[in-house]
């Protein structure tokens, strides 16, 4: 569960990515807590690469991920939280030579896989020894995969749901 003492806070950039996240108390009984981080690796890549000849690289790896989380105590026995997060991965780069002579791999290449889901979830501690935790959720994938002007693209919806129950036999397991 997100912190509730106070607001917390960290922001970074480095060669590589930038990102951040924050968390803390909403009120009394709720908190929050949200993530981002992009990457661009890849464009820094292609411009080291741009005027160098000898620097021969055409990949261009990028990514972008976020997480959210709502949590809110319902009373002494009942929590709630609602989650959201996102991911996005893609890698591109340029075939100039045809590859095993194949001129159907030749020129583009672009991967990309992406995805979101939004989770609401209960939690009850039944006793010291019991408890359960129900959650569901919804959200969407994508997969393209391009090869010249080969593709290949998959659109998805999914629900899930997940149902757990602790129990403790003994104070030692």
Do not use: C
């Not at 981002?36 to 690469?49: C, D, E, F, M, N």
């Not at 990028?62 to 991965?89: G, P, Q, W």
């Amino acid at each position: 569960a997100p912190k509730t003492d106070r607001w917390h806070g960290m922001a970074f950039v480095d060669l590589y990515n930038a990102g951040g996240l924050i968390e803390g108390p909403i009120d009394e009984t709720s908190s929050m807590f949200f993530s981002a981080r992009y990457s661009y690796i890849g464009q820094v890549l292609a411009k080291v690469a741009e005027d160098n000849e000898e620097f021969d690289l055409t990949v261009a790896p990028t990514f972008s991920d976020m997480f959210f989380d709502y949590h809110k105590k319902l009373n002494d026995k009942d929590e709630f939280s609602f989650i959201a997060v996102r991911s996005r991965d893609e890698l591109q780069f340029v075939l100039n030579e045809t590859v095993n002579n194949n001129p159907l791999l030749r020129g583009n290449f672009y991967q990309r896989t992406e995805f979101f889901r939004l989770i609401p979830r209960w939690y009850r501690r039944v006793n010291d020894s019991q408890s359960f935790d129900v959650s569901i959720g919804y959200g969407d994938n994508n997969v393209l995969f391009e090869v010249g002007d080969n593709y290949f693209e998959l659109d998805s919806t999914t629900i899930s749901q997940r149902f757990e129950y602790k129990t403790r036999f003994s104070e030692t397991y």
